[in-house]
């Protein structure tokens, strides 16, 4: 039996988490993590600091804050981690880093094997089309959600820089007398409303010609699948960083 615990418990993701891992013959919720109520058949804590159940891994869609409680908790005892929350600083990031000297981290700011198949087309087309293609990546998202740009749309941008020996740095959002686009520049512009899950476009635009690769999610359950699914792959793995791709490649 794999025992999970879920941070983030009471929101949106934390919740479709919930209902598919209790879906699962050989997966159980043992606690949840959240730092406001939340009704549940299990126990559910404001820290990791209370935390008493053991788990084989951590699955988290909340946000950024209170990491260190977590790591922390999770150097302690071993527990895997699927790190699926977003807005993580570039000192979060490092210090997941060091996390996984200790235990098995799977973090990646999209769980949805189709985004992970695009991140591949995207620097394949980036590679191919140079530098005279400018890229431009426009995520749309809920108007619920907190951090802009998109982890996701951040990730994209990284494959696209991969094919160039001199890095694009990013330009989020433009606005007033801002000057002629240089070629240096990748643009991220984040658009929020209504229920809109997730929509990635990846637009190279040339002389004359635009190709456009896209993803669209159709519902949070593409996420929560994609969670479980990296829940069972990172249990019992030794300590070390995976993502979506690690999954896919077996
Ligand atoms: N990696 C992916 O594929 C993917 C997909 C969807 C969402 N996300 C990310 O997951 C996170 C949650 O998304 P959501 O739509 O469920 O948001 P949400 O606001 O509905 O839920 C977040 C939950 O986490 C709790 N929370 C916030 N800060 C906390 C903390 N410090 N300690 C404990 N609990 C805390 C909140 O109380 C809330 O119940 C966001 O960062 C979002 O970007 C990632």
């Known amino acids: 039996m794999i025992d999970v615990i879920i941070r983030g ?49 951590v699955i988290d869609f909340s946000s950024a804050d209170g990491l260190e409680d977590e790591l922390s908790w999770a150097e302690r005892t071993g527990c895997a981690l699927v790190l699926a929350s977003t807005g993580y600083s570039e000192a979060d990031l490092r210090r997941i880093d060091r996390c996984a000297n200790t235990v098995a981290v799977f973090k990646t700011a999209n769980l949805s094997v189709g985004v992970n198949i695009l991140q591949a087309l995207v620097r394949q087309a980036a590679a191919a089309l140079g530098e005279q293609f400018d890229i431009e990546i426009v995520e749309k998202h809920h108007h619920f959600k907190k951090d802009a740009p998109s982890g996701t749309a951040l990730m994209l941008a990284e494959s696209a820089n991969e094919a160039f020996a001199e890095k694009k740095h990013y330009v989020c959002g433009r606005e007033g007398m801002v000057g002629a686009r240089t070629q240096s520049e990748i643009g991220i512009h984040a658009v929020r409303g209504g229920t809109i899950v997730g929509e990635h476009e990846v637009i190279f635009a040339g002389e004359d010609e635009i190709v456009t690769l896209s993803h669209s999610a159709r519902s949070k359950r593409v996420f929560a699948a994609g969670a479980v699914r990296a829940a069972r792959f990172v249990c019992g793995k030794p300590a070390g960083k995976y993502d979506m791709h690690d999954v896919i490649a077996r």
């Open 9 to 57: 418990i009471g929101g949106h993701m934390g919740r479709n988490v919930l209902e598919l891992v209790e879906n699962e013959e050989d997966m159980r919720c043992v606690a949840g993590v959240d730092i406001r109520p939340v009704k549940a058949d299990v126990p559910v804590y404001a820290s990791f600091t209370d935390v008493r159940e053991k788990a084989d891994v």
